[in-house]
């Protein structure tokens, strides 16, 4: 089998024109290829340049147990399409370093039963995204107030609420109309980075995580979810500003409706020693592990399909994501903010066979922390900018 599937990997590598691809599939065991290639543009204040777009490849195994039992497993990387560079002043010598092509994304193992449902162990889609993931829809940008890329690291993996939990244990069910989930991450090993490259108290640690979901879909086409998330950090060394251990949390609640060319959706959250918000500064404020000890954030979400201009391949879309802190990150004082993620996004895609094409321009009202002068503390308003996307799926 091994000498079969090769030469069809590295055919697949070489055409371009395929959509997803079943490289082997001999009715027991089945291997599929997908991924694409994406970048996009960003202009703001009169100048544009070009970015990288979460471009990534995967690999799917499935192999067949019996009539109802399979198991599965998935590798996902992702990598840029263009090269990112970074300066550093090594003892006097300014050094250029280009950024890894690759980064892993997904790699996890599981077994599926179509009467009990799925479980998985690994780096996964975390439960908590299966409600909150349902206004992050925008082509381009969003997912900014719900916490899908946000908690102790920027990505949400460590936190376990991204759609890439780390050290994950997930479990999943469909009953009728309702579906559920719940979610364990393992104790991680000392995790010595933090915001703005500045030692949190001499690192962090994830002793547990944990997350439950539920939602039910009517006839009508509504759905209703919630999701609850809890994980526990400690720190290797206490100190006043950080506590030896605090609690991350996030309660959210969500609504979807889909009709024909239609779909609406809305989540709102409630977080506690999660979100960065207040934290993300140039100041390298670490004070409780560098999370805002309380914030709160919506999202909406919707997209209309044009379905009888150009074969339907012409979608409208709005979004508009807000994210305020209640209690920033400071240990003593004034622990008020004015901190926040505000915005509005419109704009329109075309999607064409495997290419997609896509324009949005933000409304950004966001306000972003930079420091505190004679106690007061101060802000940066965010600017305005429109994105153009071009991606190619495979």
């Given at each position: 089998m091994?000498?079969?599937?090769?030469?069809?990997?590295?055919?697949f590598?070489l055409?371009?024109?395929?959509?997803?691809?079943?490289?082997?599939?001999?009715g027991?065991?089945?291997?599929?290829?997908?991924?694409?290639?994406?970048?996009?543009?960003?202009?703001a204040?009169?100048?544009?340049?070009?970015?990288?777009?979460?471009a990534?490849?995967?690999?799917?195994?499935?192999?067949?147990?019996?009539?109802?039992?399979?198991?599965?497993?998935?590798?996902?990387?992702?990598?840029?399409?263009?090269?990112?560079?970074?300066?550093t002043?090594?003892?006097?010598?300014?050094?250029?370093k280009?950024?890894?092509?690759?980064?892993?994304?997904?790699?996890?193992?599981?077994?599926?039963?179509?009467?009990?449902?799925?479980a998985?162990?690994?780096?996964?889609?975390?439960?908590?995204?299966?409600?909150?993931?349902?206004?992050?829809?925008c082509?381009?940008?969003?997912?900014?107030?719900?916490?899908?890329?946000n908690?102790?690291?920027?990505?949400?993996?460590?936190?376990?609420?991204?759609?890439?939990?780390d050290?994950?244990?997930?479990?999943r069910?469909?009953?009728?109309?309702?579906?559920?989930?719940?979610?364990?991450?393992?104790?991680?090993s000392?995790?010595?980075?933090?915001?703005?490259k500045?030692?949190?108290d001499?690192?962090?640690?994830?002793?547990y995580?944990y997350?439950?979901?539920?939602?039910?879909?009517?006839?009508?086409g509504?759905?209703?979810?919630?999701?609850?998330s809890?994980?526990?950090?400690?720190?290797?060394?206490?100190?006043?500003?950080?506590?030896?251990?605090?609690?991350?949390?996030?309660?959210?609640?969500?609504?979807?409706?889909?009709?024909?060319?239609?779909?609406?959706?809305?989540?709102?959250?409630?977080?506690?020693?999660?979100?960065?918000?207040?934290?993300?500064?140039p100041?390298?404020?670490?004070?409780?592990?560098?999370?805002?000890?309380?914030?709160?954030?919506?999202?909406?979400?919707?997209?209309?399909?044009?379905?009888?201009?150009?074969?339907g391949?012409?979608?409208?879309?709005a979004?508009?994501?807000?994210?305020?802190?209640?209690?920033?990150?400071?240990s003593s004082?004034?622990?008020?903010?004015?901190?926040?993620?505000?915005?509005?996004?419109?704009?329109a895609?075309?999607?064409?066979?495997?290419?997609?094409?896509?324009?949005?321009?933000?409304?950004?009202?966001?306000?972003?922390?930079?420091?505190?002068?004679?106690?007061v503390?101060?802000?940066?308003?965010?600017?305005?900018?429109?994105?153009?996307?071009?991606?190619?799926?495979?």
């Amino acid at each position: 089998m091994q000498k079969k599937l090769l030469p069809a990997i590295a055919l697949f590598m070489l055409a371009s024109q395929a959509i997803g691809l079943e490289v082997m599939n001999d009715g027991t065991s089945k291997v599929n290829i997908g991924g694409y290639l994406s970048l996009q543009t960003k202009t703001a204040d009169g100048r544009t340049k070009v970015n990288n777009d979460s471009a990534r490849i995967n690999f799917a195994f499935e192999h067949s147990l019996n009539e109802a039992m399979a198991g599965f497993a998935l590798v996902e990387w992702g990598y840029k399409a263009k090269n990112e560079y970074t300066i550093t002043n090594n003892a006097g010598v300014l050094e250029t370093k280009t950024a890894e092509l690759f980064v892993n994304r997904l790699a996890y193992v599981g077994v599926k039963h179509s009467e009990y449902g799925s479980a998985a162990f690994g780096k996964q889609k975390s439960v908590y995204s299966d409600i909150s993931g349902w206004t992050d829809q925008c082509a381009i940008n969003g997912g900014n107030a719900v916490g899908l890329c946000n908690g102790i690291t920027s990505d949400g993996g460590f936190s376990g609420t991204a759609s890439r939990s780390d050290d994950a244990i997930s479990y999943r069910i469909e009953l009728g109309s309702m579906k559920l989930g719940a979610q364990y991450q393992l104790r991680d090993s000392n995790y010595n980075e933090s915001l703005n490259k500045t030692p949190i108290d001499g690192g962090a640690r994830r002793n547990y995580g944990y997350q439950v979901a539920a939602s039910y879909t009517f006839d009508m086409g509504l759905s209703l979810g919630a999701t609850y998330s809890e994980t526990s950090l400690e720190a290797k060394i206490s100190t006043a500003s950080s506590p030896k251990g605090i609690n991350s949390r996030a309660i959210a609640g969500g609504v979807k409706y889909i009709m024909d060319d239609l779909y609406l959706a809305a989540t709102c959250v409630q977080f506690q020693n999660y979100t960065t918000t207040h934290a993300s500064s140039p100041t390298g404020n670490v004070d409780n592990f560098g999370l805002d000890k309380k914030s709160e954030g919506f999202e909406l979400f919707g997209r209309y399909k044009l379905s009888q201009l150009l074969d339907g391949g012409i979608s409208l879309q709005a979004s508009w994501n807000k994210l305020k802190v209640d209690e920033d990150n400071t240990s003593s004082g004034n622990t008020s903010s004015d901190a926040k993620i505000d915005k509005i996004m419109v704009g329109a895609v075309y999607e064409l066979g495997p290419l997609r094409f896509a324009l949005e321009y933000v409304l950004n009202n966001s306000k972003f922390y930079e420091g505190t002068v004679n106690n007061v503390k101060t802000y940066k308003d965010g600017d305005d900018y429109c994105s153009l996307q071009a991606r190619y799926s495979f």
